[in-house]
């Protein structure tokens, strides 16, 4: 019989980035492949064998009508769940539907919308079903994945750190994008992961890892508008890769308020121009 | 080949599989819930009645994430990362067919050493998506197993081989992309940050090692056992007159057509159809399906790929033009060398580009570009206002592309193996819709943006 835990990947509504790093995974692969059964994982092997798992990951963000009772049945069959990625976790880039008119985004996209099926919003798993634990990126990080599979097999709650990229960024000697040339940077609120890639490449971070744990999002608002950034911007800023995440989604609908009452702009990310 | 041990009985959706009978007529549905080992979902439907096919449908039901109308009113410079996050395996190919795209329209020409460093940066996604497919998805199919994990126990030696093919990609992908998924580094205009000469001179033995291990690897896979089936693909590329096709050229079709992007929509048009949330695409001017990918660049422009895997397409004698959609795993495998070699010279001449970003001022305009994605032409349509941002794109993937000649293939391919039962059956149908390496992700979610302003 076989003993090891089982795993199981499933997807709903993402680019496939975040599974294709569990193949990537190079040489850890095939150590971690005899450490877990793999039950099910369309993407590398049509054995496909029903539950209950022990560990399921789940890429993407519930999008359509079918995978409301899909996520459903997931929980149901699987010891932990886990959510990969910016979709899984916070209803990824296609959440920038969920302020817009969903209709209207059919039309544009598709000459027949009566063929589609689709919900008007792209939301989180654990908008849905209770979430064991989220881990967070766009992709998510090879060895954070590692780090939580590990900490399952091992019996122990993973341990993800979860400070700002702004703190990778001056541990890693990075200069500061935005002190020094006054390139917008979302580094002070969004969550490590990436260990500071963009800021690394003298550009500033757009947010794939999402908020931080404590992130101070007005104090960066307010800096950003000193800076001179108009308020339609830093909306834009927040409505990016993880725009439905309660902080990043509170902020730029804060800014969208304000500056619609002082009549600045209209702020919206996507509305029509 | 097919000697699958898949137990489809558990949850791939036997019970839907049933006969009926009405009027005299025997209707046998055989139902693929999922086609595993492709990126992203689908599943396929066959119908016959009477014995006879009476219909195929590739059904591709992952929700639409409708990029094209998200695009709308977002800055151009934010483009590449928005268009990455289409796919995961190729984002690249996203983002170099949308610079190419806004830097046509804005009318720069980020030069020479950019555009080489491009290159690189393509290659190594090449081999980074063609190696997952060749040996972590497809290999299996042709020796029996249900997958990579499953086949490392008997060849173990193989999957390695083909893990560290991958990871000499990756490693490229890293360095100039900033990460392999998703990079950070490409911009309008050319990179955030270029890579240094030092940096990329180290992997030079990784790589060299990975160009050893590929060729080996290409010797293997056109030693499979290669199913008897042909069609008469009219096949279509980029072609440029002196190198192997990836950014730039003429589209031409091996009937003869050539025309350039700006061309793209008069020749190539979406139709939707019900079952899928991806857009089938024929050609208007001929009514006919058309193949993209490997096999049709290796048919195009056999003579413009470079020495050592031109070489190894004779030795393993590929006759080309080759119109066996089995043997796309071996185009896929001499692209790998190809994009080894090539590496290794554009590293060789490198110099960092000065400088790495060429300045633009934004205005209104309208621009396209094509460019080959591991699984081919991926086009991009941009219009950018006075401020810089988009307006209108639209993006047309080359599985959704691909899918009509897919759908063609199981057509012709199906009535030589109607006595099957449907296990077997569902398993040869699967096996060659995975021949085409089809990204379900990249396919749905798009077709022209049509905006209705209202009045």
Known sequence: MESRPTLAVFKFASCDGCQLTLLSLEDDLLALASRLHVAHFLEATSRIEPGPYDIALVEGSVSAPRDLERIRQIRRDSRYLITIGACATAGGIQALRNWADSEEYLRAVYARPEYIETLAKSTAIADHVTVDFELRGCPIDKRQLLDVIGSLLAGRRPRIPNHEVCLDCKRNGTVCVMVAHGTPCLGPVTHSGCDALCPAHDRGCYGCFGPSSQPNLVSLSDQLRRDGMPPREIVQAFRGINAYSPEFRGEGDRIEAESGRSGEADGSGEAER | ?455
């Open chain 2, 1 to 455: 080949m097919n000697r699958d041990d898949m137990n489809r009985d558990v949850t791939n959706a036997d019970d839907t599989n049933h006969d009926d009978e009405k009027d005299g007529v025997t209707t046998r549905t055989i139902r693929v819930e999922n086609v595993t080992r492709v990126e992203g979902e689908g599943g396929l439907d066959i119908r016959l009645r009477s014995g006879a096919l009476d219909d195929v449908k590739l059904n591709i039901f992952e929700s639409p994430r409708f990029f094209e109308a998200m695009l709308r009113g977002r800055p151009l410079e934010e483009t590449p990362d928005i268009t990455a996050r289409i796919c995961g395996i190729c984002p690249v190919a996203y983002q170099m067919s949308s610079v190419h795209a806004l830097e046509r329209a804005l009318g720069v020409d980020p030069g020479e050493e950019i555009r080489r460093l491009r290159r690189l940066l393509y290659c190594a996604e090449w081999i980074e998506s063609h190696a997952l497919h060749v040996h972590l998805l497809h290999a299996p199919d042709f020796l029996g197993y249900p997958g990579s994990l499953e086949m490392s126990r008997d060849l173990p030696e193989e999957v390695t081989r083909g893990l560290q093919i991958r990871k000499a990609g990756n490693a490229l992908l890293d360095l100039i992309g900033g990460r392999a998924v998703h990079p950070i580094n490409v911009a309008v205009g050319g990179f955030y940050k270029p890579p240094r000469r030092e940096s990329l001179g180290r992997l030079v033995p990784d790589l060299e090692a990975g160009l050893r291990l590929a060729i080996d690897a290409t010797r293997w896979v056109a030693g499979f056992d290669f199913p008897d089936f042909e069609q008469a693909y009219d096949t279509v590329c980029l072609v440029h007159p002196d190198e192997y096709p990836m950014c730039e050229g003429r589209i031409e079709a091996s009937d003869g057509l050539s025309i350039t992007s700006d061309e793209f929509e008069s020749v190539f048009v979406e139709r939707q159809v019900e079952h899928s949330t991806a857009m089938q695409s024929i050609r208007s001017d001929t009514g006919a399906t058309y193949l993209l990918g490997p096999l049709a660049r290796i048919n195009g422009c056999r003579d413009r790929l470079m020495p050592v895997a031109r070489r190894l397409a004779d030795e393993v004698g590929l006759q080309t033009p080759c119109h066996n959609p089995y043997q796309m795993i071996v185009a896929r495998s001499l692209e790998i060398v190809h994009a080894y070699e090539e590496s290794l010279q554009i590293i060789a001449g490198y110099r960092e580009p000065q400088p790495s970003r060429v300045a633009y001022r934004p205005h209104a305009a309208a621009g396209s570009a094509v460019t080959e994605a591991p699984r081919g032409m991926l086009y991009h349509r941009y219009r950018i206002d006075e401020g810089g941002a988009i307006c209108e794109a639209n993006i047309i993937p080359p599985t959704s592309q691909n899918q009509s000649q897919i759908e063609r293939d199981l057509r012709s391919f199906l009535p030589g193996i109607l006595e099957m039962d449907d296990d077997e059956l569902a398993k040869r149908c699967e096996s060659l819709v995975r021949c085409y390496d089809p990204c379900i992700s990249c396919s749905t979610h798009f077709l022209q943006v049509r905006i209705d302003r209202g009045a």
